[in-house]
């Protein structure tokens, strides 16, 4: 009698949903209709919000890449699970949610790019890219075929494979979890062929602060080299012909005619030639207004360029999910099935003047985040909670009736995305940053942000405060800081910062470990993007600091 109610019981439990977790690299909001539609209509991403829920506060913990991607695979923040930023190795011992559901009897797969490690655990099937991949002929990691070159354009590449894995080796009596990840839109941003002449023809409006002359803040800001005018590099990000600088005189700007040449010798013969099409009538108008261009000039048509490519590179993006989306509707796999559209952290699209990400300003530190569940998610709703990348393992795992582990840190976006928003409690968010000095050279900084303000603590190289009012100034000018105005709230913010580092088992002894260890691998030259001067520049600086702290 008992194992008949067991077996009735089990019959008329809910079936477990299906996850497909889709993620572009460095996908800014800015970017994605659903939020705002200046830049480029994104139809396809924007059904997925039609269909479910849009996230306006959504985050990350820590704005680069592969320690956005580690801290959604294990749910805890970066100090916790290893991988603090792009140069050291994720620590494989590391429990991720992909394994438990595994073990908990779903079928798996991942489809794109990862970014670290060639052998992901907790799949049944995976084909990666390795390291940042390739825009065109992409090499593949298998897990069952070695390493293999397919032809063609990455991002429908790693759609077709992620749809013949739906038709051909998905199992139906398994409930099933898919990571689908783009390498697109990271930079350099190369756009497929068919969008080459459209989007190199574009007039894209700019930001407000392309011009900021980061007066009113903290010194990090002015230090870090992300600038357009300065730093995006004219043949690599921007295609201007090598051999165009070359007659114009024009300098490398790091990694310049290497990067533009790697990427172009991928090319196949006709590939090629529509890449020179689209490309030389851009170079062609560009050799005439060099001469007479002044530096804002130059700000101005760097920035049009930027966003061509990088927009052009979006649009790739959106047809293909657009094509998942479809096959899912075809084959009658979207009424139980759970579907995000998000991106490992934002991105800045000439905020600031800036390319990149990093900062904890809200163009790096936000992300977007498009939820669809069928039945569960009321269709079109909007949520400005605090939620952020650490959510999403619990999530997931809850959905599936899976227990989490007692050490992830974050929070299930069950409650949220159900109606039950009185279970969501969370007030305030942390987040921390580490790569530095490194590429782009921005400060190391931990931060507590509520929906009103961010308290920012620059710790290294030197130590400094900055407080923005959320409300007041949305485009993070001021920092009001030692505003009178502004003690009790900085008191309060103080407080509850120390009680977030304390909650997630982060402190100041923890950071200078990861310092001393990365400290010791720059001045070895083991560091991408610094040199052995520029850690001595900043040793110097630091000890300086220290003997004259209150200068």
């Given at each position: 009698m008992i194992g008949c109610n067991a077996a009735q019981d089990k019959e008329q439990s809910p079936k477990r949903p299906n996850i497909i977790f889709i993620m572009s690299d460095d996908?800014?909001?800015?970017?994605?209709?659903a939020y705002d539609n200046k830049l480029i209509q994104t139809p396809n991403i924007d059904?997925?919000?039609?269909?479910?829920?849009?996230?306006?506060?959504?985050?990350?913990?820590?704005?680069?890449?592969?320690?956005?991607?580690?801290?959604?695979?294990?749910?805890?923040?970066?100090?916790?699970?290893?991988?603090?930023?792009?140069?050291?190795?994720?620590?494989?011992?590391n429990v991720t949610f992909p394994q438990l559901l595994q073990?908990?009897?779903?079928?798996?797969?991942?489809?794109?790019?990862?970014?670290?490690?060639?052998?992901?655990?907790?799949?049944?099937?995976?084909k990666i890219l390795p390291g940042q991949g390739a825009y065109y002929n992409p090499e593949f990691i298998t897990k069952n075929e070695g390493n293999i070159t397919v032809d063609g354009y990455v991002t429908d590449i790693v759609t077709d494979m992620t749809i013949d894995w739906l038709q051909n080796e998905r199992k139906a009596e398994q409930p099933f979890m898919l990571m689908y990840l783009h390498k697109a839109p990271h930079r350099s941003w190369l756009m497929a062929e068919r969008h080459l002449e459209d989007f190199?023809?574009?007039?894209?409006?700019?930001?407000?602060t392309l011009f900021d002359d980061y007066s009113g803040r903290t010194s990090p800001a002015g230090e870090a080299e992300?600038?357009?005018?300065?730093?995006?590099?004219?043949?690599?990000?921007?295609?201007?012909?090598?051999?165009?600088?070359?007659?114009?005189?024009?300098?490398?700007?790091?990694?310049d005619k290497r990067r533009y040449e790697y990427e172009s010798s991928r090319f196949t013969p006709s590939q090629k030639e529509n890449f020179m099409k689209a490309y030389s009538k851009v170079n062609e108008a560009f050799k005439k207004a060099y001469p007479s261009m002044t530096e804002e000039d130059k700000m101005k048509w760097k920035y049009q360029r930027y966003m061509q490519d990088y927009l052009g590179t979006i649009q790739a993006v959106d047809e293909n999910v657009g094509r998942l989306l479809d096959y899912l509707e075809a084959n009658d796999l979207?009424?139980?099935?759970?579907?995000?559209?998000?991106?490992?952290?934002?991105?800045?699209?000439?905020?600031h003047g800036w390319y990149d990400k990093r900062f904890i300003y809200d163009e790096s530190f936000k992300t977007p985040l498009l939820v669809a569940w069928p039945g569960q998610v009321k269709a079109g709703t909007l949520s400005d909670e605090l939620v952020q990348n650490?959510?999403?393992?619990?999530?997931?795992?809850?959905?599936?009736?899976?227990?989490?582990?007692?050490?992830?840190?974050?929070?299930?976006?069950?409650?949220?995305?159900?109606?039950?928003?009185?279970?969501?409690?969370?007030?305030?968010?942390?987040?921390?940053?580490?790569e530095y000095p490194a590429e782009h050279m921005v400060n190391r900084h931990y931060a507590i942000v509520t929906k009103e303000y961010k308290l920012i603590h620059y710790y290294y190289v030197e130590d400094q405060w900055e407080l923005i009012d959320?409300?007041?100034?949305?485009?993070?000018?001021?920092?009001?800081?030692?505003?009178?105005?502004?003690?009790?709230?900085?008191?309060?913010?103080?407080?509850?910062?120390?009680?977030?580092?304390?909650?997630?088992?982060?402190?100041?002894?923890?950071?200078?470990?990861?310092?001393?260890?990365?400290?010791?691998?720059?001045?070895?030259?083991?560091?991408?993007g610094v040199t052995k001067e520029k850690v001595e520049e900043i040793k110097a600086r630091r000890d300086l600091i220290e003997q004259n702290p209150f200068k």
């Open positions: 996908h800014a909001y800015q970017a994605i209709s059904r997925i919000a039609k269909m479910g829920m849009l996230f306006t506060n959504a985050s990350v913990t820590n704005s680069i890449c592969a320690p956005s991607r580690a801290t959604i695979l294990t749910g805890k923040h970066s100090h916790m699970n290893g991988k603090v930023d792009n140069h050291f190795q994720f620590d494989t011992t073990d908990a009897g779903y079928q798996t797969a991942m489809f794109g790019k990862l970014h670290f490690g060639n052998n992901p655990k907790g799949f049944d099937q995976f190199t023809t574009r007039t894209f409006p700019e930001p407000k992300m600038s357009i005018l300065k730093h995006m590099s004219w043949a690599g990000d921007n295609k201007v012909f090598p051999e165009l600088m070359d007659e114009l005189g024009i300098p490398e700007i790091g990694f979207m009424e139980n099935t759970i579907i995000v559209y998000t991106s490992d952290q934002g991105f800045f699209l000439g905020e650490l959510d999403f393992a619990q999530t997931f795992l809850e959905a599936a009736g899976v227990d989490a582990p007692d050490d992830m840190q974050g929070e299930s976006l069950v409650p949220l995305l159900t109606g039950n928003e009185d279970k969501w409690t969370r007030d305030a968010v942390y987040y921390h940053y580490y959320r409300k007041k100034d949305p485009m993070e000018l001021r920092n009001v800081y030692e505003d009178p105005a502004y003690a009790e709230i900085r008191e309060d913010l103080h407080n509850r910062l120390e009680a977030l580092r304390t909650k997630y088992k982060d402190n100041s002894q923890t950071s200078q470990r990861y310092i001393d260890a990365f400290m010791k691998d720059a001045a070895e030259g083991k560091v991408f």
